[in-house]
Every structure is written in C-alpha cells, then in structure tokens.
C-alpha cells in the first residue's frame, strides 16, 4: 500500500549503491553465497557486479598481456573477479571516486565505475584509484527481472560500505553481509518460498 508520507515518497525504489546477497537456496550455481553491488537499477533494468568470486585462472599481468599493456610494478597482485555471467570477456572496474575519466559513472557517494583500458592502465602504473576492484563480466536483468527474484525470495538487501566492496577477505563477504543486516546465516532455509 502506498503513502503520501513524504518520508515514505522520497525513498528510492532502486538498488543502485546497494548490495545484493543470494539467499542460501538460489538455484543458480553462478550466484551461489554471492555478494552483488549493484551499479545501476532502473525501470529498464539492472547491473551489478559479484564482489566475492576471484578468479584463480587468469592473473593481472595475464590479463595486461592479453590487452597488449606494457606492465608496471603496481599491479602485479591485482585479483580479478567474476563479475556476473554476462558479457564474461568485457571488464570493469569498480573504484573510490576521487579517480575520474570521461567514461567515468558515478554509481552512488564515494563509488564510480570506468570500464576503458586506460584505468587498467593506470592501475598498472601505480596511478590509478586508491581502492579498486576488477572484474570480468556483470550480472544483468531485465526490466522487472530484478524485482520478481527478490519477491521470490531469492535475493536481500544490504546497505554497501567500502570494506565489502573493495575489502580483499571475499571469502567472508557473504557471511558479512548477511550479519551487517542482523540475520544469523544458520537462520536461513535453503528453500525459497513465501510466508
């Protein structure tokens, strides 16, 4: 039921610059236990990028090779990340906001996005943001997409704070995240469902 409370009218129905953590019983394998920060969210749909999923098989310098980028010394311990399953060969970098290029996006306070070779660039050559994260690929939805899996109960929400999105422990992000909104993980069903 809607409001005319203008506390409840000025709330933004969007994720944009919130997180996204998987339910235990999420059914697809790729989102399992993920954190998602969500960059954009929208009528038209939605964007974010998984926080807590490195990718062992392909390194930084690996990666710059690839790219043909001469390698510096900053970024040789860069991990890169499983953004999401779609489009898993294009790259993002999530990044503290006092970094700027003209295909910057402001995604909420302190936090933008740049998806060119020239912020690779100068993560490599030690000029880059002061907190990043890289990621291949992005998990996307549909207009509406979003919002059916969360009254399915596949997904919660979480307000993000700048140690889980660029905190290099991804192998507890989950389990922070879920406790940053006061839920106990082991209170959790595995099955989706309605009360």
Known sequence: MFSNNSSDSDQDPYLSGQLLIAMPGMRDERFSKSVIYMCAHTEEGAMGLVLNQVMESLSFPDLL??????????????????????????????????????????????????????????????????????ALGYAGWGPGQLDDEIRANGWLQAPADSELIFGEDYLTKWERSIAKIGIDPRMLSDEAGHA
């Not at 999401?84 to 006092?98: D, M």
């Open 65 to 134: 090779e690839q790219l043909g980028i001469d390698e510096g010394d900053a970024g040789s311990d860069v991990p890169i990340h499983f953004g999401g399953p779609v489009e898993a060969g294009r790259g993002f970098v999530l990044h503290s906001n006092e970094y700027q290029q003209d295909a910057t996006m402001e995604v909420d306070d302190g936090v933008a996005l740049t998806a060119t070779i020239d912020i690779l660039k100068a993560i490599a050559r030690g000029y880059g943001p002061r907190r990043s994260l890289l």
